[in-house]
């Protein structure tokens, strides 16, 4: 049996067999993988299983040394075998099952994984300070950095005043502005930004379109990274809190169409905890810099 963990920003899922928890502990902004996996480890309860499936954020795309993680799993759930996954590839996994083309995951950051015949590719997961375009935190930061502009007279759109009031008030009561509650504001601010949008408020609009357009180039970057071509035909499945707004999926897949004309938009198959789980069972060697497996002990672990 496996034990998968999905380690996200805004929180972390742990699934054994038919069992899931739950915890609103995540990565933390600026935070490392590994000791934000410690907090969430110890803030659960006990659990044991041999092999253990590790879906993280924060690797933008190069998975680091195994051996702390498999120590870490060790010590918390005795693992003998661990598989430290890059989230975005444990997200490419779940959705598509193998099928060539590329998936969008959009959380507090972005990150798009794409394959073609085992050749695979991984493109933004930069983080929020020089990338993650498009992705909640984007949003949200974007969506409060106006309205404060607004408010201060240096724009006009009360309508986005109005609809950020809330956010705002927020920000007000934020010790540090540049901290991690600061962070953590404009990710849960993006959804009110996107509300904003589908009420027509003009400055949402232009933010939420010009995320879509970001991250349209982004999965067509990966795509071809992923030795595609315009003219082949693919799958694409966008994923992620802020893909629940259907306008923002419509107007990302608009946008996608103009270079891939032949891809096909599919819901996900499953997600980054499914992925997990499939690689773990199905990939016993490392696919750096995506996956990388490590050993507690010389013994091979059961499936």
Not at 104 to 121: D, E, H, Q
Not at 187 to 196: F, K, N, R, V
Not at 218 to 245: H, K, M, R, Y
Not at 279 to 302: C, E, F, G, R, V
Request: hydrophobic share 40%.
């Amino acid at each position: 049996m496996v034990l998968s963990v999905d380690l996200g920003q805004s929180g972390t899922r742990i699934r054994l067999g038919e069992r899931t928890i739950n915890s609103t502990r995540g990565k933390l902004a600026g935070e490392q993988p590994l000791p934000a996996l410690r907090a969430v480890f110890e803030s659960v309860e006990s659990l044991s299983c041999d092999v253990v499936a590790l879906s993280c954020t924060g690797f933008g795309g190069l998975v680091t040394d195994p051996a702390p993680f498999a120590e870490l799993c060790k010590e918390f759930f005795n693992a003998e075998r661990v598989a430290v996954i890059d989230d975005g590839f444990a997200g490419f996994i779940g959705a598509l099952g193998g099928a060539n083309g590329v998936v969008l995951s959009i959380g507090g950051g972005v990150v798009s994984v794409g394959g073609r015949n085992t050749k695979f590719a991984h493109r933004d997961g930069l983080g929020s300070t020089f990338g993650d375009e498009g992705g909640g935190f984007w949003l949200g930061k974007l969506g409060i950095t106006k309205a404060l502009g607004v408010r201060q007279g240096r724009g006009d759109d009360q309508r986005l005043l109005q609809a950020l009031a809330q956010q705002l008030i927020a920000y007000d009561e934020l010790q540090s502005k540049n901290g991690s509650d600061a962070a953590t504001l404009a990710i849960t601010s993006a959804q009110a930004l996107l509300d904003a949008a589908d009420g027509g408020v003009a400055t949402a609009i232009k933010i939420r379109d010009e995320g879509a357009a970001l991250l349209a180039q982004t999965v067509v970057a990966t795509w071809i990274g992923a030795g595609g071509s315009d003219a082949e035909n693919l799958e694409i499945a966008v994923q992620g809190g802020p893909s629940a707004n259907k306008s923002y999926v419509k107007a990302i897949e608009s946008s996608i169409r103009t270079k891939l004309p032949n891809a096909q938009f599919v819901n996900a198959r499953g997600d980054n905890l499914d992925g997990a789980r499939w690689i773990a069972i199905n990939m016993p060697a490392d696919a750096p810099p995506l996956l990388q497996w490590a050993h507690n002990t010389s013994t091979a672990a059961k499936q």
